[in-house]
């Protein structure tokens, strides 16, 4: 017998919780997390679902949930049945790793909880196109902290080349 691959049942969405993140402790001095707190809530308020908790990470890098802590608690909470969705401003600030993300989201989908990004339609939805979307935003995900990755290292070895600090001058 082959299994037919099926789409995730989620539950209806009453409870949300929203997922911030953003890479560096500089970034977290600033106003991104206010924002996408911002956002995630303002978007919550107006589908009507109540915020159950908001987790965050600062100056966490997307590429890897180890040393995410918040993301480790929303995790744990979605399996203890805390709320019914996660809500994300993009998907990368949920994971820059498709591994992660697929990993993940399989998880969240056991427990009928699913990821809904504010800036990429189509995340979460219940539909093949919904399921594409899903996977096209990791993969792009991931294509851009690798990509950020090769110019940050070509950068470096340019300055070195030149005799320059590859940092902060002391």
């Given at each position: ?18 997922y911030?993140?953003?890479?560096t ?8 997390l206010?924002?996408?707190r911002?956002?995630l ?5 107006s589908?009507g679902w ?8 600062a100056?966490?890098s997307g590429?890897?949930v ?6 480790q ?15 994300v401003l ?12 697929t990993l ?25 196109a919904?399921f ?9 995900s ?6 950020l990755?090769?110019n940050v ?7 070195a080349?030149?005799?320059?600090p590859?940092g902060?001058v002391?």
């Amino acid at each position: 017998d082959r299994q037919v691959k099926r789409l995730p049942e989620y539950r209806e969405i009453r409870r949300v919780a929203p997922y911030l993140r953003v890479s560096t402790a500089e970034q977290a001095k600033g106003h991104s997390l206010d924002s996408q707190r911002n956002e995630l809530v303002a978007w919550a308020r107006s589908q009507g679902w109540k915020v159950a908790k908001i987790y965050e990470d600062a100056g966490a890098s997307g590429t890897s949930v180890e040393g995410r802590p918040g993301f480790q608690q929303m995790i744990a909470d979605a399996q203890a049945g805390s709320f019914d969705a996660v809500l994300v401003l993009k998907v990368d600030r949920f994971a820059r790793s498709i591994r992660d993300s697929t990993l993940y989201r399989e998880l969240l989908n056991d427990h009928g909880v699913q990821i809904k990004s504010r800036t990429e339609p189509g995340v979460g939805e219940r539909t093949p196109a919904g399921f594409l979307m899903g996977g096209m935003s990791d993969l792009w995900s991931e294509f851009y902290s690798v990509q950020l990755s090769d110019n940050v290292a070509r950068g470096m070895a340019t300055r070195a080349r030149k005799g320059l600090p590859l940092g902060d001058v002391p």
